[in-house]
T-cell receptor
């Protein structure tokens, strides 16, 4: 079945460091890909998405490109802030859109 | 506009007891989903309602779990009897149209002792 794998955390970075969180997926067909974020004490929020190959999703300085050839959707940010500390989930939905399949999550802590 | 609300935010119960979680989706959202995250692992799909009908309940782990959405508004998820492995965070999400952005609640942290 469809699945999502992402790098194990926790990840600890200093403020203004470069962030990469790797994500790869297994799916039949052409899924849509997402990054969700959960800030402390809050629910999951959609951070960005891409619906077809070579699409780039971006939001709040974060970017991820849908790479069909490598089945990847790595999350990047050039300069992280303390406020980016959260758990990040890579996810996909199949063409029927009836459910979203999540990866295990990567906890990010950014220290001043 | 109110977001997706879940109640309670935390629940601590003993093995064998019954717990009922509630989710109020955003008003007008026909699609309602339940997910859970156990032991810090991936968030797993439990089931999907379209209005009051169960569209997909393939993720429900066993018959100790019962989800309802009477009237197509709020939903409840009952665990009876609860087991230790049911501990985790239970998320509810809703969307207005299938395939559109999901709005998640803050989750219910369930601890079964």
């Amino acid at each position: 079945g469809d699945s999502v794998t992402q790098m194990e955390g926790p990840v600890t970075l200093s403020e203004e460091a470069f962030l990469t969180i790797n994500c790869t997926y297994t799916a039949t067909g052409y899924p849509s890909l997402f990054w969700y974020v959960q800030y402390p004490g809050e629910g999951l929020q959609l951070l960005l998405k891409a619906t077809k190959a070579d699409d780039k999703g971006s939001n709040k300085g974060f970017e991820a490109t849908y790479r069909k050839e490598t089945t990847s959707f790595h999350l990047e940010k050039g300069s992280v802030q303390v406020s980016d500390s959260a758990v990040y989930f890579c996810a996909l939905s199949d063409q029927s859109y009836d459910k979203v399949i999540f990866g295990p999550g990567t906890s990010l802590s950014v220290i001043p | 506009e109110a977001g997706v609300t879940q109640f309670p935010s935390h629940s601590v119960i003993e093995k064998g007891q019954t717990v009922t979680l509630r989710c109020d989706p955003i008003s007008g959202h026909d699609n309602l989903y339940w997910y859970r995250r156990v032991m810090g692992k991936e968030i797993k799909f439990l089931l999907h309602f379209v209005k009051e009908s169960k569209q997909d309940e393939s993720g429900m782990p066993n018959n100790r779990f019962l989800a309802e959405r009477t009237g197509g508004t709020y939903s409840t998820l009952k665990v009876q009897p609860a087991e230790l492995e049911d501990s985790g965070v239970y998320f509810c999400a809703s969307s207005q149209v299938l395939g559109e952005k999901l709005f998640f609640g803050s989750g219910t942290q369930l601890s079964v002792l």
